[in-house]
Each structure stands twice: as structure tokens, then as C-alpha cells.
């Protein structure tokens, strides 16, 4: 059947008064571009993306390490042709005490760069949950939105766990960028499903693997030198579903539903992601001044995936592996599928969330303390090492010296109290999969299928010995859980 032409891309209402084309013009290539250490023109820069905007393509994302990203669209939005431009950005701030001078400065510097009063879009992105200042990062990015310098919020790379402990804390997220392709099929399970039942889109990048998705790789041989930032990413994802062959399958059956549209296979893996329900918009990488596909992504709306098409995508699915974990997981545990490879040394350098102390009179033995309130007040520590073995304190989702997190929300509260447990191992010496035993106490039972599904996404493939109890009543009001571990360093 022969394609309809479109002059001008489709458009979606992201958030209420953010309405955006759905595909979105990504930046991050701006940082590839520079790392010899050069920078781009920012007026050759701004004219460049004036084009896109022009075409209709007029929304950016980018980030505050893209490079000169920031002040490229800066000087665009500065200029007469970037009326009416979105300008979407991320602030990736290391883990640290997020005050609210320091979320200031994050949100006040990227303005700076854009050359706005106003952000369209702020997202964030996280490192590691294990350090609990995400919550008090979003809390203060909804404040400065209540003051007019953040018009939306957004995540970028966020898990479903996390999305939730937002939403049930009341953050007024619109949005998650995530991974999505014919590759990563991740977040269309139930990141998609709690978007939709709380109004969240997802954006969705790598929708083309680094340009593994498209006629070229059809049929081609595997690259033995993968020379750009985006295709050593996206070659580690290839390996993951199974390699070379896998890939090779996914692209036949791409190949044989653009033939029977008369449109390109990068069409039709863009295609299916944007028909996923979540999805408000793609993102699509730009190297400025060397390459563009506007025509291409055009093609994009001049057709549809029917029932066949999808039984033949379905079927090359079913021959490849699943991506493991859950949205964003490859920057925070193996295996790291990010153009840097393992991460690990990363995170590892990362200190540790609260620091640990000696006991004295017990040189073998550390302690750690979380900053509850109770702590002090009852005379016990959040978890203590002796030796080789590691005991964590029955812990609520108590977040610094006494708020509880997730309120009325069981699941949202074992993610928190999850994460603190890991943290306070952690900090004396250990590691999650050293954990041997948990003990899991509930103030109602109806909620231990929420808990425990929770805990399998933690320890699903850990295993440890596992107590579940109704206690009828926890201390504290809006309390639904408490959680205690026991673990042993390995010697």
C-alpha cells in the first residue's frame, strides 16, 4: 500500500499547555560531537535546529552534560526564530544532600543556559535510590514549578518502584523518558500500565539502537569496531536479547512490514513505539550540521501497524530475550548497558549515604544510624556489623528525622524501606546479595501481595529467607510495613 505524505509531524498534548510534535529532536549527540574537546558553533548550532523547528519538529531535549546543548537552544530560543520552540532538559546531579540551594543552582544554571525565565520541561535523573535525597530533589523541583521557574516536571530513566513512591508522595510528574525500541521492550509492561492509571507519558529514546534499527544493518555483518557513543550502547542491548542473530530477526520481520507500506524499517521501529498507548512522543538523536532525517521521520505518520504486521514483530519478539530488570536499571546494576559499559567503579566511588562509626570496646564491630528520630530515642542503631554479619533494625519508610514516605501506599512504603536497607548494608561493607533473611511485618495482610511483589523485584534473584507477619498495628499512624534483614559478607 502506498504511504499518504504528510508535510508536518503529528502533534500530542505532553502536559496541559505543553502541546509538542511527537517526535522530539534529542541532543545528546552534541556531547559525542565535542568530546575531542571543540565545541560547536552556538549560532551554526541554532540555525540548525531552527530548520527543525520550521519543519514542525519544534521541541528539544537535551541535558545539562549534553555538551554545549543547553546554550545551542539558548541561543535559538534568544533569536526571532525560536518563538513557539520547547526546549526539554535534565539536570543528573551527583548524589549528594539536596538542599534547596543546590536544587536552585541546578534549575537556575540551566535557565541561564536556555536564556529563559522558564523551563517547558525539567527532568530528573538519579543514580542511586540506595541515597534517599531524589525525594527531597523532587520535592524542592516541585516548589521552584509553584514559584514559575519550572512550567512541568519529568523523570528520565526512572523505574516503575520509583514512579510510584512520586506519585503516591503527590509529586506532579509529567513525565518519564525511557528506553523503548524493538530491542527494550521493558517499559511497556507495567511502567505502562501505572502511567496510564496516573496520567504520566513516557518519552521514549533509543527507539532506532544507535542506528541498529534501520535498512542498513539488514542483512549486514556484525560490526567489529563500534565507533560512536550511542552504537556502543546499543550493541550491548543487541547482545543481550541474544546477538547478532537475534537482531538479525527482529530486522527481517521490520523489513517485511515496511515493504508491505512502502516506508523504511527505522519507520517502522519508530512506529511501533509510538503506537504503544504510554508513549506521548519519540526521541530521535540530531548530529547537527552532518546528518538529518525530517523526511524520513514524516513518513512516520503516513501509516499504521495492522494485526499482521504485529503477529510478524511478535514472532521475531519471541525468538530474542527479554532486556533484564526495569526501566533505567542498566545505570544502577548489572549488567551496565550504557555506552560506558560497567558502571560498577562508578557507583562504588559514590560515599556512602550515612557514614559508619565504631563500636567502642568491639574493634570488629560498626554501626550506622539513618537520622530517624527513633533512633536515639529508643537507644538502637539503623544496623550494626559485627565481623562477617550484618543485622538491619526493623525499618520504616521514615525519610530523615520523622516524615513518613507513601502514605497509605504498602507497595510505595517496601520501596523505600527497601532501598534504606540496602543503604545502611552498604555503608558497612556490604552488598544487597549478601542478604540471607528478611522479616516482614504488616499492619493489615490484604497488603502482602502488593509487599511482596516488591520484595521479589529486589531479591527475586537473591533468595533469602523470607518471614511474613501480620502484626495487627505498627508504631506511628499511616504505618503499613516494617521490614528487618540479616546479612554475611562474603569472606
Not at 523541583?141 to 503516591?168: S, Y
Not at 521514615?398 to 517496601?414: E, N, Y
Request: glycine letters at 10%; one cysteine or more; hydrophobic letters at 45%.
Amino acid at each position: 500500500m502506498s504511504p499518504v505524505r504528510r508535510s508536518r509531524p503529528e502533534r500530542t498534548l505532553l502536559a496541559p499547555g505543553l502541546e509538542i510534535p511527537r517526535v522530539v529532536t534529542g541532543l545528546w549527540q552534541v556531547a559525542d560531537m565535542e568530546r575531542g574537546g571543540t565545541l560547536l558553533d552556538a549560532q551554526r548550532g541554532a540555525a540548525t535546529l531552527a530548520g527543525y523547528a520550521a519543519a514542525g519538529f519544534d521541541a528539544f531535549d537535551m541535558a545539562d552534560h549534553y555538551g554545549s546543548a543547553e546554550v545551542i537552544t539558548g541561543t535559538l530560543l534568544a533569536s526571532p526564530q525560536g518563538q513557539g520552540v520547547r526546549a526539554f532538559t535534565k539536570w543528573c546531579p551527583p548524589p549528594g544532600p539536596m538542599t534547596a540551594a543546590v536544587v536552585r543552582e541546578g534549575v537556575e544554571r540551566a535557565l541561564q543556559r536556555l536564556r529563559v525565565d522558564r523551563i517547558d520541561l525539567m527532568q530528573f535523573h538519579w543514580w542511586t535510590f540506595e541515597h534517599p535525597g531524589w525525594l527531597d530533589a523532587m520535592g524542592e523541583l516541585a516548589r521552584l514549578r509553584e514559584e514559575g521557574l519550572i512550567a512541568h516536571l519529568g523523570l528520565t530513566n526512572f523505574d516503575t518502584a520509583h514512579l510510584r513512591v512520586l506519585l503516591a508522595e503527590g509529586i506532579p510528574v509529567a513525565s518519564n523518558q525511557v528506553c523503548i525500541s524493538l530491542l527494550d521492550r521493558r517499559a511497556t509492561e507495567e511502567m505502562s500500565a501505572l502511567c496510564l492509571q496516573h496520567g504520566v507519558r513516557l518519552l521514549a529514546y533509543g527507539t532506532l539502537g544507535g542506528g541498529f534499527l534501520t535498512d542498513r544493518w539488514v542483512g549486514a555483518a556484525e560490526p567489529e569496531d563500534v565507533a560512536d557513543w550511542s552504537k556502543m550502547k546499543y550493541h550491548r542491548f543487541i547482545r543481550a536479547i541474544g546477538g547478532w542473530g537475534a537482531l538479525q530477526q527482529v530486522l527481517g520481520a521490520a523489513r517485511q512490514v515496511a515493504s508491505r507500506h512502502g516506508v523504511s524499517v527505522a519507520n517502522v521501529a519508530t512506529r511501533w513505539v509510538l503506537e504503544q498507548p504510554a508513549v506521548a512522543a519519540v526521541i530521535v538523536g540530531a548530529r547537527l550540521g552532518e546528518r538529518e532525517h525530517r523526511a524520513d521521520n514524516l513518513q512516520l505518520f503516513s501509516f499504521a501497524l495492522d494485526d499482521e504486521d504485529r503477529a510478524l514483530l511478535d514472532a521475531a519478539f519471541a525468538a530474542t530475550t527479554r532486556i533484564p530488570g526495569d526501566c533505567g536499571d542498566e545505570y544502577r546494576r548489572p549488567p551496565f548497558l550504557t555506552a560506558s559499559g560497567d558502571l560498577s567503579h562508578h557507583l562504588a566511588a559514590l560515599p556512602p549515604v550515612w557514614p559508619r562509626q565504631a563500636v567502642s570496646g568491639h574493634p570488629d564491630r560498626w554501626r550506622v544510624d539513618s537520622g530517624s528520630v527513633w533512633e536515639p530515642l529508643a537507644g538502637y542503631a539503623r544496623a550494626v556489623r559485627s565481623g562477617r554479619r550484618i543485622l538491619v533494625s526493623g525499618t520504616t519508610a521514615t525519610h530523615g528525622s520523622g516524615r513518613l514516605v507513601g502514605r497509605g501506599d504498602a507497595a510505595a512504603q517496601t520501596v523505600y524501606i527497601l532501598d534504606k536497607i540496602a543503604a545502611s548494608i552498604t555503608a558497612l561493607g556490604g552488598r544487597l546479595e549478601d542478604v540471607l533473611r528478611t522479616r516482614v511485618y504488616l499492619a493489615d495482610v490484604a497488603d502482602w501481595e502488593a509487599v511482596s511483589r516488591v520484595h521479589g523485584r529486589y531479591f527475586g534473584e537473591i533468595r533469602p529467607a523470607n518471614t511474613l507477619l501480620q502484626v495487627g498495628a505498627l508504631v506511628g499512624e499511616g504505618y503499613r510495613v516494617e521490614i528487618e534483614a540479616e546479612a554475611e559478607v562474603a569472606g
